[in-house]
């Protein structure tokens, strides 16, 4: 069985980079094939799935690794109303909305959990 790795972002993407890099490297090791790459947005960090990337810090990361975390056949998942504080217009990855208990469980069952 595969390890997996679940990387939690709540960094706001608009002043902070560390949401960036932490695309990046889900991004990177999930290319790998090598482990099972789950990746999580928090709070503010639902921006790095805007239509306007532009208005993020490291703007390049989002449209240049999401998409290949999209590839991972997983939905990038996302806080559970944490989309309505925002205006994304057409959010760019599929994404899933999962509650607290729902990332506990993801988290349990992570080999490896980082945190941006």
Do not use: C
Request: net charge negative; no cysteine; aromatic share 8%.
């Amino acid at each position: 069985m595969k390890p997996s790795l679940l990387v939690i972002v709540d960094s706001d993407p608009r002043s902070n980079a560390r949401a960036a890099e932490a695309v990046r490297i889900a991004a990177g090791v999930g290319t790998w094939k090598k482990a099972e790459v789950h990746l999580y947005l928090r709070g503010p960090a639902v921006l790095a799935l805007t239509e306007f990337p532009d208005e993020l810090l490291e703007e390049d990361n989002y449209t240049r690794y999401l998409p290949i975390v999209a590839e991972f056949g997983r939905p990038v998942r996302v806080q559970k109303g944490a989309m309505e504080g925002f205006d994304l217009g057409t959010p760019t990855q599929p994404f899933e909305e999962i509650d607290d208990a729902e990332l506990s469980r993801l988290a349990a069952r992570s080999t490896y959990v980082l945190r941006f």
